[in-house]
């Protein structure tokens, strides 16, 4: 019985992160297909500097465009695919998580060191 629940949690959260998921994924596409400006299903760099430019009234300089760009462009070819930039997302996301972690255990170190002064 109390498995049955188990499985029945189980499920229930997998469709919550399926719905996340989702989610963010309607979140990309949308975001992908207002910067791809020629609708040709890539990203260009002179598309993505536009864009930039167009989202912060001209207070994007055009090295932050390039190094975006750079990290979207995950192999190097020069455009970026919708996979790309799905991948550099959650790419960032699990670097951003680590990044916490390490924050994290960095702090409770520190505590634990300050507790045994
Ligand atoms: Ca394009």
Redesign the pocket.
């Known amino acids: 019985m109390l498995k049955e629940q188990h499985a029945v949690d189980m499920t229930a959260k997998n469709l919550q992160k399926e719905r996340e998921d989702e989610r963010i994924m309607n979140q990309l596409r949308a975001e992908f297909s207002r910067i791809?400006?020629?609708?040709?299903g890539?990203?260009?760099l002179d598309?993505l500097r536009q864009f930039l430019l167009q989202n912060t009234e001209g207070r994007v300089d055009t090295g932050i465009a390039e190094a975006i760009f750079q990290e979207i462009d995950i192999d190097g070819s020069g455009v970026v695919l919708l996979q790309e930039f799905v991948e550099s997302y959650f790419i960032k996301q699990k670097i951003v998580k680590e990044r916490l972690s390490e924050v994290e255990e960095t702090l409770r170190n520190h505590k634990k060191s300050r507790e045994q002064l």
Not at 36 to 40: A, H, L
């Open positions: 791809d400006i020629s609708q040709d890539s990203v260009t598309e």
